[in-house]
């Protein structure tokens, strides 16, 4: 079955560290992304790719890194400049007009805790 | 800036009823409006698309309508059941991406 997969599932991450959210789609989509959720917050927007080896920032890049070196994957590091790490991770994809007609497809979600 | 709203607090109805949720957006323009619904620690589904051109639209007990002069939409869920009980968030297109609302949670009774 096609879908998305992230993992881990549950992720602890001490202070200072740098870890990385990985993201894998088999849905043969070009456009990717990765939001974060928190309580009352809703779903902001971290990064966002198009295509291989392009991406862009979304409304909250600060603190966070990505690569896209392949269609298939799209993972996500949260280093350590980022102040309130703590969250929801969902990543998503999508095809280049179909945020128009399908929708995003998300993953099952990251929950990071740094302790 | 764009901003969407919707009701932060919890919906809740009896099973068999209509549920009804809103979403409003100002300083937007979208050519579309979608719906997803999300369960507790999981990540949204998408349900509906509604465009631009749309007045309304339907997909089983699901109806969602679309009016661009008051910048809001309506998401209904006739004959509701407990198992319809999510938080369901509605999402606007933006620069390549969607951004989403905040999302109202929808409880039903048996």
């Known amino acids: 079955d096609g879908g998305i997969t992230q993992s881990p599932k549950y992720l602890f991450r001490k202070e200072g560290q740098n870890v990385t959210l990985s993201c894998e789609q088999n849905?043969?989509?070009?456009?990717m992304y990765w939001y974060r959720q928190d309580p009352g917050q809703g779903l902001r927007l971290i990064y966002y790719s198009q295509i291989v080896n392009d991406f862009q920032k979304g409304d909250i890049a600060e603190g966070y890194s990505v690569s896209r070196e392949k269609k298939e994957s799209f993972p996500l590091t949260v280093t350590s400049a980022q102040k309130n790490p703590t969250a929801f991770y969902l990543c998503a994809s999508s095809t280049p007009e179909g945020t128009g007609g399908s929708g995003y497809t998300f993953g099952s979600g990251t929950r990071l805790t740094v302790v | 800036s764009q901003k969407i709203e919707q009701n932060s607090e919890a919906l809740n109805i009896q099973e068999g009823k209509t549920a009804t949720l809103t979403c409003n957006y100002t300083?937007?323009?979208?050519?579309?409006l979608q719906w997803y619904r999300q369960d507790p620690g999981r990540g949204p589904v998408f349900l509906l698309l509604i465009r631009e051109n749309e007045k309304e639209k339907r997909k089983e007990r699901l109806k969602v309508t679309f009016d661009t002069t008051l910048k809001q939409s309506l998401f209904h869920i006739t004959a509701s059941q407990p198992a319809d009980s999510a938080t369901y968030l509605c999402?606007?297109?933006?620069?390549?991406?969607?951004?989403f609302g905040k999302g109202t949670m929808l409880l039903v009774s048996p």
């Open positions: 300083n937007y323009s979208p050519a579309y």
């Open positions: 999402a606007l297109e933006g620069y390549s991406t969607l951004t």
């Open positions: 849905l043969n989509h070009d456009a």
